[in-house]
């Protein structure tokens, strides 16, 4: 996924185990920039809102209090001034479980031990008709400069980074193994900790990817995204839990309508070919 998964691989604890290629002063200076084009693309909407809500805030407040008495706000700070409680109260947890059941939210899964101290825990879901052998080639392939991510290939590449989601599976990107990474952009990657074929994919520094099969038809995808306590919860809230929702739903599913319509491709042909 993503442009903000450039931002994501900081989030936690484990930020200097995620990998950098090394190349020359030049190309690392090139790097550097594209990284800083990522933040802004990421955390720059984040940042005005933050700004918007923090003046609206202040403003609030102080008119309040202004002895000369109460002067009406501008609809905008007044609008700004009410974006904390309709987000906390309402939107954030729809958005933290977004498709999932409380079951499925609640449960433990793999990679959920990378960070034992969560400030704050995403989980989220969609089902799929398809079994899960079907879903697995699709999921194994994603990162950049390989399938992409399935989500907003426009946004992302507004950082400049490259992302070209794949709408088939191609054999050269099906055996990622543990100890090798996943590109979020070129020289920036995540490790991967966990391979089981069919199962599970776990990415140190987003979470956890879990399939699970509900009949021999139907499959549940499972993303589970774990993020240290303290600042770094802090600022994963301020900044990227809503570009992180966006972009990581779209991903759920441009997965599904691929998997999907892929099987339906087959199914037709192999009715065509029954039939001739």
Known sequence: METLKTVEIAKNKEFSSTSFSPGSPGKEKGSLVL????????IGPSVLLDTLVGVSLFKAIKSRFKKQGKRKLNPLFQLGAMLPSIYFGTLRRWMMRWGATPEEARKPLPGDDMVPKAGVQYTRAITINAPAEKVWPWLIQIGQGRGGFYSYDWLENLAGIGIHSA?????EWQNLKVGETVNLAPDVGLPVTVVEPGQALVLQGWGAFVLEEIDPQTT?????????????????????????????RKMLLGLKQRV?????????????????
């Not at 709408?167 to 054999?171: F, K, M, R, Y």
């Not at 087959?266 to 039939?275: E, I, P």
Request: no cysteine; aromatic share 4%; proline share 3%.
């Open 167 to 171: 709408s088939e599976i191609v054999p």
């Open 220 to 248: 549940r995808l499972i993303i589970r995204t774990r993020v240290g306590a303290g600042l770094m919860t802090l600022l994963y809230v301020l900044l990227i839990e809503i570009p992180h929702f966006i972009m990581e």
């Open 35 to 42: 990284m800083l084009r990522g933040l802004g693309v990421v």
């Open 260 to 276: 999907e319509s892929a099987l339906t491709a087959q199914q037709t042909a192999a009715t065509g070919q029954a039939t001739a």
